[in-house]
């Protein structure tokens, strides 16, 4: 028995999302994404790098359901993309698109993979964005509709279902530094999308769960702040709390309202609003890769991505180790995350991403020794037995990422894979990593 195992029941899988991984952007009558049309936008993603070819997963579909298995991965936790089923965002589905995603499903469940979708990974229909995107009203509307035709078609062999993907990159990346699609730099626009997102959530969980739905959740990226009180409790508002508060409270924190008052009076917020966000979860889906530093710096001017936040600096100690990503490598913020979720919000957690970028390719013999990877691994998972053994209801684990892909506005310069890619041939790898994390699957656990 391993010294850390996991309890009976517990979930080991992988994560993707479509546009990362599929490819097959213009067939089979799928719509433009905000992401295509950034990523041909020049300057936007590294050397103009686009999802248009990706890891042609649309086509390896039934190859990349084999690999999982050979891993005896447990779930999967994939996205599907809304412009397959509707490619200008609202109207009929597109039954091609529904097709693939039916089949994708068929395969898992056929293979023992625990399905679980998520509904939007970003790629909103361009037309959307164009009639104005996540600051307008009208886009949770048709999210909450593209919602019920996902889950008339597959709520009779899914269970798992998660709204959204880490609404704070969608807001404050897409709205508000501009740094992820549509590439957008206006804080209120930044903060009217998050609300939006999180209205369109509640929509969604409503559609879903008349479909027949299980359970429903959303995926968060919470930051873990670490520093002086102050300058933590004013990130924790606008990075966390934005969210937290309306999903589980039923209402937007005062402290919140009072930061981001030079930007907007949040009128935007309707009656009822509150209420159709705040819906019964299931579970909580908790992305993380590093904690945050932050300490009070007087004069500091607000960031981008802090809508309102000033006196305020993020630094990075200088003695942890980085990824490829430059981010900072510790293992205890996951478990300090999980515990400060569970004793704040008691919902049932599942970490829905956790992983690093390192650039270890195939050696002379064709193999991937990515010991970094498998150290970065080893800590977080026995970060997640600490929060566990705290007395946090965790249910389950998806490694970020099954293979390498198109990781956003860095292209496919940043490996995040269990799996190497090579982009020329496609062929797919299993680094040394895969193999430590398919023993830790058949384990139930680890050795620390
Ligand atoms: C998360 C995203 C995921 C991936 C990882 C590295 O923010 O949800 O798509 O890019 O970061």
């Known amino acids: 028995m391993p010294q850390l195992q996991f309890p009976d029941g517990f979930l080991w899988g992988t994560a993707t999302a479509s546009y990362q991984v599929e490819g097959a952007t213009d067939e089979d009558g799928r719509g433009p994404s905000i992401?295509?049309?950034?990523?041909?936008?020049?300057?936007?993603?590294w050397r103009g790098q686009t999802g248009r070819v990706a890891c042609d997963h649309y086509h390896r579909l039934d190859e990349d359901v084999e690999l999982m298995k050979s891993l005896g991965v447990q779930t999967y936790r994939f996205s599907i993309a809304w412009p397959r089923i509707q490619p200008d965002g609202s109207g009929p589905a597109n039954p091609a698109g529904l097709d693939f995603y039916d089949r994708l499903v068929d395969r898992l469940t056929a293979a023992g993979i625990k399905p679980?979708?998520?509904?939007?990974?970003?790629?909103?229909?361009?037309?959307?964005e164009d009639a104005g995107g996540w600051p307008e009203r009208e886009t949770a509307e048709r999210f909450g509709e593209y919602a019920a035709i996902v889950g008339a078609r597959l709520a009779d062999r899914v269970d798992t279902w998660w709204t959204l993907n880490e609404p704070w990159c969608a807001a404050y990346l897409g709205y508000g530094n501009g740094h992820h699609a549509p590439g957008r730099t206006d804080p209120t626009a930044a903060l009217t999308a998050a609300h939006h997102l999180l209205l369109g959530h509640g929509l969604?969980?409503?559609?879903?769960?008349?479909?027949?739905?299980?359970?429903?959740?959303?995926?968060?990226?919470?930051?873990?702040?670490?520093?002086?009180?102050?300058?933590?409790?004013?990130?924790?508002?606008?990075?966390?709390?934005?969210?937290?508060?309306?999903?589980?409270?039923?209402?937007?924190?005062?402290?919140?309202?009072?930061?981001?008052?030079?930007?907007?009076?949040?009128?935007?917020?309707?009656?009822?609003?509150?209420?159709?966000?705040?819906?019964?979860?299931?579970?909580?889906?908790?992305?993380?890769?590093?904690?945050t530093w932050v300490r009070d710096a007087p004069g500091a001017e607000e960031s981008p991505v802090a809508?309102?936040?000033?006196?305020?600096?993020?630094?990075?100690?200088?003695?942890?180790?980085?990824?490829?990503?430059?981010?900072?490598?510790?293992?205890?913020?996951?478990?300090?995350?999980?515990?400060?979720?569970?004793?704040?919000?008691?919902?049932?957690?599942?970490?829905?991403?956790?992983?690093?970028?390192?650039p270890t390719g195939p050696d002379a013999e064709g193999n991937v020794e990515d010991t970094e990877r498998i150290d970065y691994l080893r800590s977080h998972i026995a970060a997640v037995h600490d929060a566990i053994e705290a007395g946090v209801d965790v249910?389950?684990?998806?490694?970020?990422?099954?293979?390498?892909?198109?990781?956003?506005?860095?292209?496919?310069?940043?490996?995040?894979?269990?799996?190497?890619?090579?982009?020329?041939?496609?062929?797919?790898?299993?680094?040394?990593?895969?193999?430590?994390?398919?023993?830790?699957?058949?384990?139930?656990?680890?050795?620390?």
């Open 35 to 45: 992401w295509d049309t950034f990523s041909a936008t020049p300057g936007k993603v």
């Open 307 to 358: 809508p309102g936040v000033t006196d305020v600096e993020v630094w990075t100690p200088e003695e942890l180790p980085v990824t490829d990503m430059g981010w900072p490598v510790e293992a205890t913020g996951l478990t300090d995350l999980l515990v400060r979720l569970h004793k704040d919000y008691n919902v049932p957690l599942m970490v829905t991403e956790n992983g690093a970028a390192y």
């Open 395 to 448: 249910r389950g684990y998806t490694a970020w990422s099954l293979m390498d892909n198109f990781e956003w506005a860095f292209g496919y310069d940043k490996r995040f894979g269990l799996v190497h890619v090579d982009y020329t041939t496609q062929k797919r790898t299993p680094k040394a990593s895969a193999r430590f994390y398919a023993d830790v699957i058949a384990a139930g656990g680890l050795d620390r």
């Open 116 to 128: 679980m979708p998520t509904l939007y990974h970003w790629d909103l229909p361009q037309t959307l």
């Open 204 to 291: 969604a969980v409503q559609a879903l769960r008349s479909a027949g739905a299980g359970q429903v959740s959303i995926v968060l990226n919470p930051t873990q702040f670490r520093g002086d009180e102050a300058a933590v409790r004013k990130g924790d508002a606008v990075a966390n709390r934005i969210f937290f508060e309306p999903l589980f409270k039923g209402a937007y924190p005062e402290d919140l309202l009072g930061l981001t008052a030079r930007h907007t009076d949040w009128s935007f917020v309707q009656d009822g609003d509150l209420e159709q966000i705040n819906q019964p979860l299931d579970l909580l889906g908790v992305n993380y890769y590093n904690p």
